[in-house]
Nanobody, 122 residues
Framework: QVQLVESGGGLVQAGGSLRISCAASGRTVSTYFIGWFRQAPGKEREFVAVSGWSGVSTYYGNSVKGRFTISGDASKNTMYLEMDSLKPEDTAVYYC???????????????WGQGTRVTVSS
């Protein structure tokens, strides 16, 4: 069993930066990859990024590549998503999730957090 709690969402102006966090807990958390997904109002959930705790097998969705960076602190069991050059279309609820592999498909993820809202104003 893995528990995930996101934090750090908020309101930011276009062009700005924000870092959100995913605190993971559970006896087997180190065996999971942590992914970030987002869901904008009226849209389907979209893959953002995934990484292992050692930084290997890191992948990004096309819409965020070059602007977002995923990184983890294994000592704190926390995965971060640094978001730079934010655009209004990045506005969404951001979820972290745990999977046994570095997948971009939400069906591969076994555990989900409750989400944190990010709003980018123009």
């Amino acid at each position: 069993q893995v528990q995930l709690v996101e934090s750090g969402g908020g309101l930011v102006q276009a062009g700005g930066s924000l870092r959100i966090s995913c605190a993971a807990s559970g006896r087997t958390v180190s065996t999971y990859f942590i992914g970030w997904f987002r869901q904008a109002p009226g849209k389907e959930r979209e893959f953002v990024a995934v990484s292992g705790w050692s930084g290997v097998s890191t992948y990004y969705g096309n819409s965020v590549k070059g602007r977002f960076t995923i990184s983890g602190d294994a000592s704190k069991n926390t995965m971060y998503l640094e978001m730079d050059s934010l655009k209004p279309e990045d506005t969404a609820v951001y979820y972290c999730a745990a999977s046994k592999g570095p997948s971009g498909h939400e069906s591969s993820y076994d555990y989900w957090g409750q989400g944190t809202r990010v709003t980018v104003s123009s």
